[in-house]
């Protein structure tokens, strides 16, 4: 089993020992396992060395490739992401197929997905497949044998507040500090079972947003907290007047090594009684989309949206982080002088009663023509690269002497049937087909070259060598539209691939 993210293949074109994890590997050490003939950690034959026996390095028959892929999360496969990670899955899906009895045994592929329309268009632009759908609808909605509708305990319930005329800042202040409020009165009354309703979740669009929101639940929501009780002297019911120490974020500024303690402390029950030194369960915690995908954690209950978030499929993600077990509470706060906000506002019932079917389809475009600019270079040499046992070395670059070798042949043909059948077009066949053979034409043109050793990456300053890839950087995109006159080498780019000018 492996598991991996898809911004991993980026790794592909530029590491020759990623062809392993397909089940190509030739050489096999009794202490590094599978290995690569130029493998700097392990040449296959080692002395003697204290309780360790002398080896010796042996040949393995090749293993089958993973014959089962399960993509998680799959809706968020979408926009530029998902157009690299459809380009990609060309060279991945090349890799992971094996011949039996002359017939070409394809990887079965599992997604998991939610809240997606055009799911059958986007199934086949990332995985060339078609699309089946499990469970099937049945013929009841309430009961469809894998789930059955359940009428007996409440769910979520959505509030929309508006305050025209106040300021976005006052009516966050006051809503944040009505939901503790009215938590720590539920806490008072009934005791743990209001736990779920101790912690309050803030989304925010953008870290901007948050940033300004972190410093006035600092100030204004735990001053407003501290004395809501009697404010202008009036006492009010349902409010009680409560101390919130733990103000937490989860965010891309927060390291990913102190997220899963961060989520630890979210599972971490209000106690009244606490003392230094014991966990402490958390007031406020403020987040971004980072929330919407992975964060389960039961025990939230109540959730406010700083304004509508930017799509439907993202706010239903995200309001899906409370009520895991028990009823959730979701209040939106929209900014009255916004119109998208406001139009949400007005149609407020309307909308949640019927909000999947506002979810926006997926856009991925493998094949497009900017896509091919930025990405067909990397995924063309990785399906080149990994496939073949000669090319995988780093000085395996210089092995593609001739436009017709077969091994280039083999993985532009790929590429060429993976773009008609996804884009059902022979158009974009053979635009891919051009584009194609000019790389090839460049790459044999540099394997070419004496007095040098062609690689795919330099390590350190080896002299004699000389790079086919090279990391991206600031500098500007050397491809200017689609003119294809005087390109030199190959280079990577992050998820893509591109060429230079040569000097």
């Known amino acids: 089993m492996?598991?991996?993210?898809?911004?991993?293949?980026?790794?592909m074109a530029s590491v020759g020992a990623v062809r392993m994890l397909f089940g190509r590997a030739e050489t096999?050490?009794?202490?590094?396992?599978?290995?690569?003939?130029?493998?700097?950690?392990?040449?296959?034959?080692?002395?003697?060395?204290?309780?360790?026996?002398?080896?010796?390095?042996?040949?393995?028959?090749?293993?089958?490739?993973?014959?089962?892929?399960?993509?998680?999360?799959?809706h968020l496969i979408s926009g530029p992401l998902g157009t690299m990670v459809g380009l990609y899955e060309t060279a991945v899906d090349e890799l992971c197929t094996w011949n039996l009895n002359d017939k070409s045994i394809h990887p079965k592929v599992i997604a998991s997905t939610a809240t997606v329309r055009k799911a059958d268009e986007q199934i086949k632009r990332v995985f060339c497949r078609s699309c089946a759908v499990f469970p099937p609808s049945g013929i009841d909605v309430a009961d469809n044998f894998f789930s059955r509708q359940d009428t007996t305990r409440s769910g979520r319930d959505y509030i929309g507040v508006s305050a025209p005329g106040s300021s976005r800042h006052e009516a966050l202040i006051r809503t944040y500090a009505a939901f503790l409020a009215a938590g720590q009165n539920l806490f008072q009354s009934f005791?743990?079972?209001?736990?779920?309703?101790?912690?309050?979740?803030?989304?925010?669009?953008?870290?901007?947003?948050?940033?300004?929101?972190?410093?006035i639940a600092d100030d204004s929501v735990s001053s407003l907290c501290r004395n809501i009780g009697s404010f202008n002297r009036v006492k009010r019911p349902g409010m009680a007047r409560r101390n919130i120490p733990m103000i937490d974020e989860l965010t891309s500024r927060v390291s990913s090594r102190e997220i899963p303690a961060k989520l630890d402390?979210?599972?971490?029950?209000?106690?009244?009684?606490?003392?230094?030194?014991?966990?402490?369960?958390?007031?406020?915690?403020?987040?971004?989309?980072?929330?919407?995908?992975?964060?389960?954690v039961n025990r939230l209950g109540l959730?406010?949206?700083?304004?509508?978030?930017?799509?439907?499929?993202?706010?239903?993600?995200?309001?899906?982080?409370?009520?895991?077990?028990?009823?959730?509470?979701?209040?939106?706060?929209?900014?009255?002088?916004?119109?998208?906000d406001f139009s949400h506002y007005e149609m407020f019932e309307h909308y949640h009663a019927t909000f999947y079917k506002h979810v926006?389809?997926?856009?991925?475009?493998?094949?497009?023509?900017?896509?091919?600019?930025?990405?067909?270079?990397g995924a063309f040499v990785s399906a080149t690269r990994l496939a073949d046992a000669a090319c995988a070395p780093n000085a395996g670059a210089g092995e593609i002497k001739s436009t017709t070798d077969p091994r280039v042949v083999s993985a532009k043909e790929a590429f060429v049937q993976r773009a008609e059948g996804v884009m059902d077009s022979v158009d974009v066949g053979k635009w891919v087909k051009d584009e194609l053979e000019q790389r090839i034409d460049n790459w044999v043109k540099?394997?070419?070259v004496g007095g040098r050793t062609l690689v795919y990456k330099k390590k350190g300053n080896?002299?004699?060598?000389?790079?086919?890839?090279?990391?991206?950087?600031?500098?500007?995109?050397?491809?200017?539209n689609t003119k294809i006159t005087g390109w030199g080498r190959f280079v990577q780019a992050s998820c893509s691939g591109r060429m230079a000018p040569e000097p």
């Not at 492996?2 to 790794?11: E, L, R, S």
Request: charged residues 25%; proline residues 6%.
């Open 360 to 377: 926006e389809a997926q856009s991925v475009t493998p094949f497009a023509k900017r896509a091919l600019d930025r990405g067909l270079t």
């Open 462 to 480: 080896s002299g004699g060598q000389f790079n086919l890839l090279k990391d991206a950087g600031k500098q500007a995109w050397d491809r200017q």
């Open 2 to 11: 492996m598991i991996a993210t898809v911004d991993k293949f980026a790794q």
């Open 303 to 340: 959730m406010i949206d700083n304004g509508q978030p930017k799509n439907t499929a993202e706010y239903i993600q995200a309001t899906s982080r409370v009520e895991r077990s028990y009823p959730g509470v979701v209040c939106t706060v929209f900014a009255w002088a916004r119109p998208r």
């Open 265 to 296: 402390q979210l599972e971490t029950e209000f106690d009244p009684a606490w003392k230094k030194g014991d966990p402490r369960a958390t007031d406020i915690v403020l987040a971004t989309n980072m929330l919407s995908v992975g964060v389960d």
């Open 28 to 74: 096999e050490c009794d202490r590094h396992g599978l290995v690569l003939p130029d493998d700097d950690a392990c040449n296959g034959t080692h002395t003697k060395k204290g309780t360790l026996p002398a080896t010796h390095p042996k040949s393995v028959a090749r293993i089958r490739p993973p014959d089962l892929i399960i993509q998680d999360e799959f």
């Open 446 to 448: 540099e394997a070419g």
């Open 191 to 215: 005791g743990k079972l209001a736990d779920p309703y101790m912690t309050v979740v803030g989304y925010f669009n953008s870290l901007r947003e948050l940033g300004g929101m972190r410093r």
